[in-house]
């Protein structure tokens, strides 16, 4: 699994089988593994982090089953029938215009740069921070992204076209003396950037507080763009899907579903009494007539 998944893929796994050793107090046999145990195991982990952990660690749980299930290692699965934990729904922030600008005047040269990339391009956190220069074909004015949001965690790219004021950032990054032989950010050190980078954690909170704006992170420019390009009704769906990367149009649909907000089923019930009262004695008189 190690060799064939994303690290934090498997890192996740071996968190979780670490915790469930840890509660059993070291190694076990799984066939004795009793029902008491399971239940015993996934409430401890509900009092200690909470139901979305819980419910992470039970999904885990579950992978690594049926994962030996597969390659003939065991038989039988003894998570499968337990339920996850209710957790409240996430609700994630959507900053607005006027606070994307905000953000984007508070942010100094290089912050900006970073940002600009992500808005121009609706990309994933993960696919600015590993774009390279290849990447980048300015002849032809285009930006190529590479996710793993796909089953197996292959690689999978996908080419848009590149706006003026993006291909203006990348060749003044090109021009730099500092730039990074590879890829397109690095920091100050010349490493390329990655997620956990400890600039890249700090980055939205710290711009946030600067601008004076509630805190969002990278993802919630994503949701920006994507509201952005709905609103305008100039975009189609399948357009939308290709810009963000989704591999099934049901996801982009679902996707702009959870932006929308349905303004005109509020709108019916947006009666005043003394207008209600008037139409029912109106309808009464063409009755009685």
Not at 114 to 123: E, K, M, P
Request: charged share 30%.
């Amino acid at each position: 699994m190690q060799a064939r998944r994303q690290h934090n893929t498997y890192r996740y796994k071996i968190s979780a089988i670490n915790r469930l050793l840890d509660y059993m107090g070291g190694d076990f046999l799984l066939e004795d593994l009793t029902g008491r145990q399971i239940d015993g195991f996934f409430l401890n982990c509900l009092t200690a982090y909470g139901p979305k952990t819980t419910n992470r660690i039970l999904v885990e749980m579950k992978a690594v089953l049926n994962w030996a299930i597969r390659k003939d290692i065991y038989q039988s699965n003894p998570f499968r029938t337990v339920e996850p934990f209710p957790e409240e729904r996430f609700v994630r922030r959507v900053p607005t215009a006027e606070e994307m600008a905000k953000v984007r005047l508070a942010a100094n040269r290089e912050e900006r740069d970073f940002i600009d990339a992500l808005y121009f391009t609706g990309a994933r956190l993960s696919e600015i921070c590993n774009l390279t220069w290849d990447d980048v074909n300015f002849h032809a004015k285009t930006v190529t992204l590479w996710t793993r949001k796909r089953r197996g965690g292959g690689l999978e790219p996908r080419t848009m076209g590149m706006v003026e004021k993006l291909q203006e950032i990348f060749e003044t990054k090109w021009d730099s003396p500092s730039r990074h032989q590879t890829y397109v950010f690095s920091d100050a050190g010349g490493n390329p950037l990655r997620k956990d980078h400890p600039w890249v954690l700090k980055l939205f909170t710290a711009l946030c507080d600067r601008a004076g704006v509630e805190r969002f992170t990278a993802h919630s420019i994503r949701h920006h763009v994507a509201t952005r390009l709905k609103d305008s009704r100039k975009a189609t769906t399948f357009q939308v899907k290709e810009f963000l990367g989704h591999m099934n149009l049901s996801t982009t649909e679902k996707y702009l579903h959870e932006l929308d907000v349905d303004r005109e089923v509020v709108a019916l019930l947006d009666d005043d009494p003394e207008t209600v009262l008037e139409q029912n004695r109106t309808a009464n008189r063409t009755t009685n007539q």
